[in-house]
């Protein structure tokens, strides 16, 4: 996920799915919209091998790949070879710890986590000082949220919002905003929240990024439960299915907070509809959408 991004704060954990990097996978994939994504990665490093830029940039598609779809235990796989080598592009360096550090956040080994963000902030800082790219400001503040400051973050956005206000990058924007209603959640700014996710979704919606498009929704649909707008996250929770496969752990996380909401509104049967929808067993759910699952379970089954 360049997100969300992401992330998508529906999954509990800002640390490790707030914002994609720079690399963007789905985009690379479009080339060969037929071809599975991680294959037509995969069979573009076999025949990239000699050329050392263009195999360094496709990596950073797979680490990008994993990212997205969470697959945390093959990102450390693909990385760690990496981790001890001095002669590598700065631009793949910093994608590396980045990715890195919010892999090891998630799993729970933060000081481990804040080791490599360091090394992210330093390249971060050298990077957008040398070319300016808006994304970097984002992904700059992104980590200034997870291991250090939200307000140093919400600065850094705003910063990056005014200084690029006429960008035409949808991503761009996608992120700015995303990013910023992580801060407001936070902040338990929820109509703000709404805000920035609105922005967010509309910056997105009509591109061809279907996963980014699937963040955007659950984001803003989460934004609105919290702002006890449960009707309009309803809609928008359901919109993301539009775009996931129904293997997809979006689909599953998604459920789950159709049947959180449904609750919240005094609707059990169809709480109970949607809980039943996730296959238990083939969903692997992080911490937070683990314990909330087994909340649900608990009180729909005694009523």
Known sequence: MRIFLLLSIVATSFNALASENYSDHEAFCLQQPKTHCLTYIETRLNEVKDNPAQWYKIKTYQFDYYYDYQQFENLLNAITPFLEQDKLPDVFKLQMYFYYAKALNYIG????????????????????????????????????????????????????????????????????????????????QYEHAVKSNLMAYNAIKNTNHAAKIVLASGNLAYSYQQNKEYLEAINYYKTAFKFTEPSSIYHAIYSLRLAQVYLQIGKKVQAKEWLSRIDRNATEFGKGHAALYSKLQHALSNN
């Open 109 to 188: 080994k933060k000081a481990e986590a804040k080791t490599y963000a360091a090394k992210a902030f330093t390249q971060l800082d050298g990077i957008y000082n040398a070319f300016g790219d808006p994304l970097r400001l984002v992904e700059l503040a992104n980590l200034h949220y997870v291991f250090g400051s939200k307000k140093a973050a919400m600065r850094l956005l705003r910063d990056a919002e005014q200084r690029f206000a006429k960008n035409n990058d949808p991503i761009f924007h996608l992120e700015l905003h995303i990013n910023k209603a992580h801060i407001y959640l936070k902040w338990q």
